[in-house]
């Protein structure tokens, strides 16, 4: 037996105890004629005490520790009389009486503390070591008890947890595809799923009613900060269902999950369609936990001789409260060049301060007058002291832009609480997004959603503008500003699914070949359904406040791809290709 | 709103109630002037009512329906008169003043029922209308409590669930792996896990302490039947334990799922090593629901003349009980005939019986007298009555094809309790395997298992028998003859695991390119640990007492390894594979 007890576990009660505990050595002093060590676990840190007086050959022993260490030891529990309150075992500590060191530690490459020294690659390529620091301890753990809670709401709710395979067939829709060779048909190939989409959607043709499936997800893109090619996703489907029941069964996960993980209480789950988020937020996925709205100044501002606002589609501004007087001449400048930016990509920003001595200061001032200007704060419902920031072009890439630095001044003025948690749903997203540079259209969420049935009508129409207009029941759970989860009510009939195929350019032999199986089964009695995937690794770093999900990933893998503890991917031997009947190719 | 309750929730209590159900029709009778329709969803069957002269035209519409069509109904719960024990909802019905039609159904290509006329092929076609049959809605929900049930054990335990990565590198130990070419690494590959071993292993490195993962695992193996590309493993890890920690553990967690879910109370779990196991049943994974034990008669039958047996390495032989007078020489013919069959592949079977008249009847008659063939009975703990039947040849293959006679014996004379489970663990299994015909050593279990503490020294032996007899703290626990999981206690020692790769001719850069991250975490601190991988499907298929893992995955793949529904794999794009750097190539 290699312990009687954990590290986390000792307490008052335990005095006079003889006990085995196993674990790191964390630090060591020595202090007079004693040596101190923090024996460590997952569970917790206990003091063992060595006493040169005692036991000498003993404490030199100890003293001959490294960090990381692995230790057995037996010893006898007491109360300390230096108590700690700020861990529970702190009460008491541990008088050795043997060492048995079980594994020697090599100097680490950095500290193994939350703030360490190692930089990114180096903690990558030790994982392990990294993955010991208290911070990842906790948000491993965390996303681990997360999975349980939302198992235990999902099996309250009826759902089933069903697997779907990893070895499906690719298709050419949406992004790119892993794929996997098959030796056992030559040339032909697996790919890994996407999402498991329309095997979810089979489930309910098949009667399940009710499946879940915390799952992984894989998509070869070229890979952005905090974007990983596997995902893991919680991926639902109900039957006999309208978009308020998935809203609402959701709603209900997403309390459930905050209350028992963070107990906190979500406020109400507002409601927003996607126009409305373009159009006062400059975003699918606005951040509401503070109010900035995009005023839309394109009608007030024209006609006063100032040519880019004359020239432009779409002027819109946002107020800033109370900064009039916080912003020189210096800051302006700074904050022109940060939507300047190419991240941004903004081409210039007018500005307006109404300071609290009354007077404006503008960028525009020479082509509108004060009492204009004066106007437009009212008009926005502000007043002395505040700041408008316009900016003009193109309508829906200035909302973006507006809306980027909407977030900007969010953050730099702490306009957010760091411990707030605003659930938006955004709705009514269209079906069908037009793509300029392939002048084709493109599923906004993917070809199998539903439009609203009293858009059905419209799909008929050879006219851009009226099928840019068709209205989908699609779904956004935004918390925070960011997408936490997304689904759609599904096509269940087999001539609307055509349709849209054909809308999304697919021929009908394509159609057939890539989801005839999932049309045929709409001809056996397909129910009503809908459903929603919610993104695992997104929901952990909001619900624990943090912008990356890296470390809620046991093993990320860095942006190329590449593990690189294990070192993949790496080449293969000639035999396993010839194997799969391949051959590679240099890039032409 | 599409219902207000499921088909499986009307009791009396809800007599008067206006309701709103939606489902499949599953059976349609006429009666009378009455319609009689059972409405089925995944909770159960409600009956529905139409009358003629009440309502005619509804009554009409309902006899338009087909099996399999799915509707939505508005009607009130009343009394049935003739009242259905045999399901919950058998003591009302509704009587409909609404149909609606949802979805109407095709004729389906077999019948949706436990015993369906559809074959194989059919029905992995149409999967989606399989999975409606009960049995397989059954079995499907049935794993689903189940991962629920493992859950809430390993949860109680303190295992954390952590997921490791699905693309990782390929390493050519053990079985085949599917891999995955880069694209954004062109030439390179990544592999799907065969199992998450090594990063099991580095997560009690990373002081996880106890972690178990539900995970999909890959081999691309030649398929035999019930064999899947992709499988689904339990896979568990513990540090700072001994082999017997891990024996309890999960002998804790089979005996809670078996309580959770069949409400059965599990025998003692009896242990066998692994010599014992190939010496009395010929089986690394004895079925002991029945007692026959392989009886050693090499010395006894010697020096009587009988070439066969003079001149083999072994003679085994098995008592079958009481059916002396059962066996014609027909009888006796067939089974000999069984016993050539390639499956088991035996050169012949000797018999002898001892009737109930007293009279000996054997094959071997002339070379052995009454007495002498008696006292092999007697040797036996035989006793007239009973049969003997004996085989010879090569020690180990002769075993092995006495222990698949002894199964066959077991079913053919229901030796075997049908209801009962037997619990085995089978420990000490060998470290190394002696391979025949490429003259190596391989893993028995895998290259990271701990050799017995007690035979370290054996392994800087050259002499080949020393090597084959170190001990392995390697276990399997095996239930009614079916392997249910099996382990190991791993190597922990960066030198040991260099010494093991040795002995499995991997060179050292080898050993170093392709576990050296494994090694590397040895020197920095690593705990004792072990682990066990239960298989999901296996243990599913054992618990309900079905032969056959497939209905216990909802979309199985066929023994090509190809899922026959959406006709996977398939031919990818030209563009796909120019992106991949690929060409397929015909095999020389």
């Known amino acids: 037996m290699y312990r009687s007890h954990h590290c986390g576990q000792l307490r008052s009660k335990n005095i006079g105890e003889r006990v085995v505990l196993s674990g790191w050595m964390a630090t060591k002093r020595d202090f007079g004629g004693m040596t101190f060590i923090d024996l460590r676990d997952r569970y917790g840190i206990t003091q063992l005490i060595f006493n040169m007086e005692t036991d000498e050959a003993l404490c030199l022993a100890a003293r001959q520790l490294h960090r990381e260490d692995v230790i057995q030891i037996h010893g006898d529990v007491r109360e300390r009389s230096n108590k700690n309150p700020d861990i529970p075992t702190g009460d008491v500590e541990v008088v050795v009486s043997e060492i048995n060191v079980l594994s020697r530690s090599k100097l680490p490459p950095f500290t ?3 703030d360490t020294d190692g930089g990114d690659e180096l903690r990558m390529k030790y994982r392990y070591l990294d993955l010991r620091r208290p911070v990842l301890q906790e948000q491993i753990q965390f996303r681990s008890k997360l999975t349980l809670a939302i198992r235990k709401y999902m099996d309250q709710q009826q759902f089933l947890e069903i697997e779907t ?7 050419p829709e949406g992004a790119r595809d892993f794929v996997v060779p098959s030796r056992l048909n030559p040339g032909q190939f697996y790919a890994l799923p996407q999402s498991p989409q329309t095997f979810k959607q089979l489930f309910m043709v098949a009667g399940m009613d009710r499946y ?10 070229d890979l952005r900060a905090d974007r990983q090619p596997e995902f893991t996703q919680v991926d639902c489907e109900m039957a006999f269902v309208h978009q308020e029941d998935v809203l609402q069964t959701f709603e209900g996960l997403t309390r459930f999950v905050f209350r028992e993980m963070l107990s906190a209480e979500l406020p109400e789950f507002q409601r927003i369609t996607y126009d409305d988020a373009i159009r006062l937020y400059g975003s699918d996925k606005p951040d509401t936990r503070f109010d900035m709205q995009i005023i839309d100044f394109t009608d007030p501002v024209k006609g006063h001789g100032f040519k880019v606002f004359d020239q432009a589609e779409f002027i819109g501004g946002l107020l800033l409260e109370g900064k009039a007087d916080e912003y020189s001449n210096k800051n302006m400048k700074e904050i022109t060049t940060w939507v ?4 941004v990509g903004a081409k210039g920003l007018v500005y307006a301060q109404w300071k609290n001595d009354d007077t404006i200061k503008s960028s525009v001032g020479k082509f509108y007058p004060d009492d204009v200007i004066k106007s437009w704060f009212e008009a926005a419902g502000g007043q002395k002291g505040d700041i408008l920031f316009l900016m003009s072009g193109e309508d829906a890439l200035t909302r973006t832009q507006i809306g980027t630095l909407r977030l900007e001044l969010g953050r730099r003025h702490e306009l957010i609480s760091p411990t707030a948690f605003k659930p938006l749903w955004v709705v009514d997203f269209p079906l069908l997004e037009w793509d300029e540079e392939t002048q084709r259209f493109y599923a906004m969420h993917h070809p199998f959603t539903a439009p609203k049935t009293e858009d059905i009508e419209k799909m008929n129409s050879d006219d851009r503008k009226v099928l840019e207009s068709i209205r989908a029941d699609a779904y956004d759970l935004v918390i925070n500003g960011a997408e936490i989860g997304g689904g ?14 054909a809308l999304l350019q697919f021929t009908p032999e394509e159609a057939e070949s890539q989801f005839g199986f999932l049309m045929s089964a709409f001809e056996y009695g397909a129910p009503p359904h809908g459903g929603i995937a919610f993104g ?36 293969i031997d000639e035999e396993q290709l010839k194997d799969l009947s391949l051959r590679v190719v240099k890039k032409s």
Not at 165 to 171: A, G
Not at 212 to 221: A, L, Y
Not at 539 to 550: H, N
């Open 112 to 114: 193994i503390e939350n």
């Open 165 to 171: 395979p990893v070895l499906i067939k690719s298709t």
């Open 212 to 221: 879940f499936q915390i799952v992984k997800c894989f998509r070869d893109e």
């Open 340 to 343: 300047q930016r190419p991240q």
């Open 488 to 501: 759609s009510i599904r096509i269940y009939d087999r001539a609307l699914q055509e349709k849209n195929f």
């Open 536 to 571: 695992l690794d997104r929901l952990c770093a909001v619900m624990k406040g943090k912008t990356s999900i890296r470390d809620f990933i046991a093993f990320p893998k860095n942006n190329m791809g590449r593990d690189i503890m294990i070192d993949a991917p790496a080449k």
